[in-house]
């Protein structure tokens, strides 16, 4: 039943809940939607519903209309003034990992703005310190959005420029603006909040740091390439190769407890203090081989028969 749910929530199957809602952040009979609209209680995505205001020259490029060169750079100049101005500004909250603004003209997405941080908790410092202030006047009508992933919300029609509806589209027609542009942006908050960056190559360290603990072989042991040493490496190999059970086994364990050591170190990268209780398995070493796993199982089941049959 539970995975049923879980496989038709937020999409047309889905009854109880608006698809477009969850994929767009925005649905065209808003309150009236005979399905629920969720808002989140929080999200690293934040909707600023029509922040951005459309001049005429807009409205007509949007709706597929003709216009003159001039009147496009002007327009241009018009929205990366905008872009520009928010970008910065929202990047004082946090680390933006992108903005987009809706070229639609329809009511539910005309003017709306998305921004989506690295992080919720930039999102709620964001959220929190703009709650009841204005924009060029305008009270700011602010959102958690539960977009998280925008290019299920893209046209991507749109995107082909194959689009029928023009501005009346349900699905987002972002506002073009360059690459290089954008990148500038990027670059500017970084050099502006270098914590940022320096944030996310701790990460990428600490990440690394702990695929290292975690999958880093035991040192070998150099040794002088002299013929008598050589001997005796080929000599112990030999040797190694035919050790009885017990030998093995105490292999085996110690190459257990050097995995154990490893997991270990690695909890405490990810956990510190917090680090949870340990959790004992079996020590099967992860260098035995399929068949010799099976005949443990299998020596361990006869075990608990002979001793059921030595208690009954």
């Known amino acids: 039943m539970a995975g049923g749910l879980e496989r038709v929530y937020g999409t047309e199957e889905d009854k109880v809940n608006c698809s477009f809602y ?25 909707l600023f519903k029509h ?30 003034n905008f872009y520009e101005d ?10 933006i990992e992108d903005l987009i603004v809706c070229e639609n003209i329809g ?14 908790l930039f999102a709620e410092s964001c959220f929190n310190t703009l709650q009841n202030l204005s924009y060029e006047n305008r009270p700011l009508q602010m959102e958690y959005s539960p977009v998280l992933d925008f290019s299920s919300a893209k046209c991507k029609q749109y995107i082909d420029g194959t689009c029928q509806r023009g501005g009346a589209c349900n699905y987002l027609h972002l506002k073009k603006i ?21 944030k996310k190559e701790k990460e990428v360290v ?57 997991v270990s170190q690695a909890q405490k990268m990810m956990y510190g203090n917090n680090m949870p209780a340990p959790v004992y398995t079996p020590k099967v070493s992860m260098r035995t081989s399929p068949e010799l796993l099976q005949l443990q199982l299998q020596l361990a089941a006869l075990k608990e028969q002979l001793a059921a049959i030595k208690m009954s």
């Open 86 to 95: 928010v970008f910065l500004k929202l990047a004082e909250f946090g680390e």
């Open 51 to 80: 922040m951005y205001q459309n001049s005429p020259m807009e409205v007509a490029i949007a709706s597929g209309n003709a216009v003159s060169q001039a009147g496009i750079e002007e327009a241009l100049e018009k929205f990366e």
């Open 107 to 120: 009511d539910h997405l005309v003017g709306n703005v998305y921004v989506k941080y690295t992080s919720e």
């Open 206 to 262: 600490e990440q690394d740091n702990l695929i290292v603990i975690l999958f880093r072989k035991s040192p070998k042991k150099h040794k002088k390439k002299e013929k008598k040493s050589n001997k005796k490496k080929s000599s112990s190999s030999r040797e190694s190769s035919r050790r009885n059970s017990i030998e093995r086994q105490k292999m085996i364990n110690d190459w257990n407890e050097t995995g154990i050591q490893n």
């Open 178 to 198: 360059s690459t290089k542009f954008k990148k500038s942006l990027f670059n500017q908050m970084y050099e502006e909040h270098p914590e940022y960056r320096e």
């Open 22 to 46: 969850i994929k767009i952040g925005a649905c065209r009979y808003e309150n009236k939607c005979q399905r629920i609209h969720s808002i989140p209680p929080i999200s690293q995505t934040i």
